[in-house]
Structure formats: structure tokens, C-alpha cells
């Protein structure tokens, strides 16, 4: 069995590379021989479009002649020579004036003959968690498979789900230690671990500090790596939550002490969240913030019980509001509303007796249809439906708790054809 071969990074700025041939194989190896800042030579009696842009920018010499003796030599040793000529008898040749001049040489046409290969690499993007990673993949002389696993580890690299945080950092440019952290305001979505988003993923990867929440997909928490300091804000029966402001001062603090904070919220950052007022701290404080948006739990809870908040027919319209503090603010989205506009609540169990009393007073049918829909996206979500005459009696009897988005209108109807729709996470 073959041995494997040695794998080594290169250098090549302002280093001497010669390519022989002028095709496109030869462009595309230019091309990236150029992205490492190489002092590139193409020798070829014809070139191709790509080769020729290069050469009328500037940006490669052009030998047009058929290569002969001698050419990797002067006016100066190169430190590396590609061929692909296209002509076997030439890239032999000049492999072998390679050796003995004691270059590698790599051979587009006849990889075992090689000195040495190029591999298949996938690179982590600019401006994104991943920055920085270079992943070079080859696989014994099969191009082809090389690229297939470059594919998918680009992907991966973007995706969030490989662990790409940095644990050496680089100071800021202007010479100063300090390295600017920031704090990122993710939308975690309803629960299921794959309904984050791949950039609050990516930016969870990548996090030294995370923020989370009681709600959101707190089994990616598990993953993170053990470095990772993970702060738990959210309320547990029995624990004081975190208040707001010490919340917002945790992130400004954590950020500036140059880390990459992950605030973990359950749904969107900006529905009912607070995510805006953690947002003006940050910006007040002078540390950057971005938003990742999310699924949130007001259109994908119903959904997953097989309700859609909006539906032809029924309405063309939904309003979400918070029944937290009484049933003042869903009275005055109700009354702002459409008659037939599906209301959405969300904190709603503890005082739904009041918010449907207040619904019927104010004018809706006792006989609305109303869903509860506890733990959206969870193996053991569950629905109960009823009617807003009913619904504090039929809860209470259920022992329908928290959280749970509670829809009232005639979409709940729909329900009853479709069931559940959670993918495989919920459990109905
Ligand atoms: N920003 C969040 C909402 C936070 S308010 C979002 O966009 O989804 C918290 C309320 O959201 C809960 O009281 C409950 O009404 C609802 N909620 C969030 N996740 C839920 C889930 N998985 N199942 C049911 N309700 C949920």
C-alpha cells in the first residue's frame, strides 16, 4: 500500500511559480497561484481568455513559446512548476528537469507522476465565524471525491455545526492589545434545535460567552465546547430569573472584556423578547450588537399544532399581542384588528380566565374557537381546543401550563384536518 504523502502549507508571496501550458486548467491554477501572492510565469505558444485577462492585467509574465530546457531555471530558480500543457511528453519533460533541479512539480495530467498535488480546499468566508479556516482535502489521486468532502465541509464550516471558535485572538489593527468583542442577539426559534437559523448557529459555534434562555433550543447548549461560559438567565421554578438590567450589563460587560457574546433567546429577538432594550444597551454602551432573527413561537407554535394563522377564506390577517400584563394590550390589538384577524397570545395562561372574559365583553362570540398550544416544537407538545366561553375551564381541567400560545379565531378550525405538523421533533 501506497504511503501517504506529506502535507505541507505554502508561502508563496513574491515567490517564483512557473505554469506550462496556457488552457483553462492552467488559468485556474494561476489564478489561485495568484491569490497566495505569487510572482507567476505562464510559458505557452497560445493561451486561453482567462490566461490572456491575466496577462493583460498585468498580473502574470507570458512566455509565448513552446517551453524548452532551462526555462525553470532562469532568470532565477523557481519554487514551484505546474504543468498542464495537455501534451504527456512535455509535462514529463519538464517533471523530470524538475527533479533535477529539486522543484515539485505538480502535473495536471498525470497525478501519479506528480512530485506534488494540489488539494481540494474549502475556506471559512469572510466576515463570518468561520474566517480564517483553511481546510485542504485530497483523497489518493481522485480529484473528484476530494472536492465532494471540500463541498461538504465548506458547508459545515458555514453552517455553525463545526467548532470553529477561535481560542487565540488577533488585536485589533492600530497596533493596540485590545481585541473588541461583541454581542450578538440570536433568535433561537421555538425549540427544535434545527430551527435556528445557520448564522445563529454559526455565531453560537463561534461564541465564548452565551446568554440563554429558559425557552429556545437549549440542547445546543450541550454541544458547545467546554471553554464556553454559559450564563443561565432564564426563570426555573424556584429561581429568581435575571432581571433585565443585569442582563444588559452582563453582555456589555462580557463583550468588553473582547469577548464574542451569544445572547440565546427563544423565538424572534424583537417579538415580546426585550431583545430591543438589550439592543439600545449595547448601542449606548458603545459595544456592537447585530440581530439574528428567528422563527418565532407566534406564527410556528400554531403552526406545529396544524394551524395556520392565516388561511383563504378565513382571514387575511393576524395580530400578535402580550397578555402579560393584563388584558388591556390584547383588548386594544383586538379592537385595532380585523373582526375576523386571528389573535395570537403569547404569555397568556396565567390570565387567560380575564383576557377571554374581556374578548367576549368586548364583542367576540363566546363561540370562538381558541387553541392552546403548550410546548410548540418539544416532544411533548400538546393542544387543547376550545372556545373562549370555555377556554379558563377547559385549561384549567387540561392543567394547561406555561408556555403555551393560546390562538383565538376561526384558523383553529383547520386543525381538524390537518392535526399535528411538527416534524419529528414534536410528539403531539
Ligand atoms: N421572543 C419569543 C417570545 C417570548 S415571550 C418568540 O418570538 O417566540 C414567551 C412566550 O412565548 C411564552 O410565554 C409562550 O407564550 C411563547 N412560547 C415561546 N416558545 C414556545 C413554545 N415552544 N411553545 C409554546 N409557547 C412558546
Known amino acids: 500500500m501506497a504511503r501517504p504523502a506529506y502535507s505541507l502549507t505554502l508561502d508563496l508571496e513574491g515567490r517564483r511559480v512557473v505554469v506550462v501550458g496556457g488552457g483553462p486548467v492552467a ?45 525553470l531555471l532562469t532568470p ?8 498542464a500543457t495537455g501534451d504527456p ?6 517533471a523530470r528537469e524538475a527533479a533535477a533541479a529539486r522543484i515539485w512539480c505538480v502535473q ?8 506534488a498535488w494540489t488539494p481540494a480546499v474549502a475556506r471559512g468566508a469572510a466576515g463570518s465565524p468561520a474566517e480564517g479556516i483553511t481546510v485542504a482535502v485530497s483523497a489518493a489521486g481522485d480529484p473528484r471525491r476530494a472536492m465532494a468532502v ?14 470553529v471558535r477561535g481560542t487565540r485572538r488577533t488585536p485589533e489593527p492600530g497596533g493596540s492589545d485590545h481585541v473588541a468583542g461583541r454581542v450578538a ?3 433561537g426559534g421555538p425549540g427544535a434545535e434545527d430551527l435556528i437559523t445557520v448564522r445563529g448557529r454559526a455565531l453560537l459555534a463561534a461564541a465564548d460567552v452565551v446568554v440563554a434562555d429558559r425557552l429556545g433550543p437549549r440542547g445546543l447548549l450541550r454541544d458547545l465546547a467546554a471553554e464556553v461560559e454559559v450564563v443561565d438567565v432564564g426563570k426555573t421554578p424556584g429561581n429568581h430569573p435575571v432581571s433585565q438590567q443585569r442582563i444588559n450589563e452582563l453582555l456589555v460587560h462580557h463583550a468588553r472584556l473582547g469577548r464574542r457574546v451569544v445572547r440565546l433567546k427563544g423565538g424572534d429577538p424583537f417579538v415580546l423578547g426585550r431583545g430591543g432594550e ?10 456592537a450588537v447585530e440581530v439574528v432573527p428567528g422563527v418565532t413561537s407566534a406564527v410556528s407554535v400554531p403552526a406545529a399544532a396544524g394551524i395556520p394563522v392565516t388561511h383563504r377564506g378565513i382571514t387575511a390577517s393576524f395580530v400578535v ?11 386594544r390589538a383586538a379592537a385595532d384588528a380585523a373582526p375576523d384577524a386571528t389573535l395570537v397570545l403569547l404569555m397568556g395562561v396565567t390570565g387567560l380566565e380575564r383576557t377571554a372574559k374581556a374578548l367576549v365583553a368586548a364583542g367576540r362570540p363566546e363561540s370562538t374557537p381558541v387553541a392552546l398550544v403548550e410546548r410548540g416544537w418539544t416532544a411533548d407538545q400538546r393542544t387543547t381546543t376550545t372556545t373562549l366561553g370555555r377556554a379558563a375551564a377547559d385549561a384549567r381541567a387540561a392543567g394547561v401550563r406555561a408556555p403555551a400560545v393560546v390562538v383565538v379565531g376561526e384558523v383553529v378550525g383547520v386543525r381538524a384536518a390537518l392535526g399535528d405538523l411538527a416534524g419529528v421533533a414534536s410528539g403531539g
Not at 482567462?50 to 526555462?71: I, K, M, N
Not at 465541509?153 to 453552517?159: P, R, Y
Open 321 to 331: 399581542a402580550s397578555a402579560h400584563d393584563g388584558a388591556d394590550d390584547v383588548l
Open 150 to 163: 471540500r463541498d461538504a465541509v465548506s458547508a459545515a464550516l458555514d453552517s455553525g455545526t463545526l467548532p
Open 27 to 71: 488559468a485556474r491554477r494561476a489564478q489561485g497561484l495568484l491569490a497566495a501572492g505569487a510572482a507567476v510565469q505562464v510559458v505557452a505558444p497560445w493561451v486561453c481568455e482567462d490566461v490572456q485577462q491575466l496577462v493583460d492585467d498585468g498580473r502574470v509574465r507570458w512566455e509565448q513559446r513552446e517551453y524548452v530546457a532551462g526555462d
Open 278 to 287: 438589550e439592543a439600545l444597551y449595547c448601542v449606548r454602551h458603545g459595544v
Open 89 to 94: 511528453a512535455v509535462d514529463a519533460q519538464v
Open 185 to 187: 442577539l440570536v433568535g
Open 76 to 83: 532565477e530558480p523557481a519554487w514551484l512548476v505546474q504543468t
Open 108 to 115: 495536471a495530467g498525470d497525478g501519479r507522476a506528480s512530485s
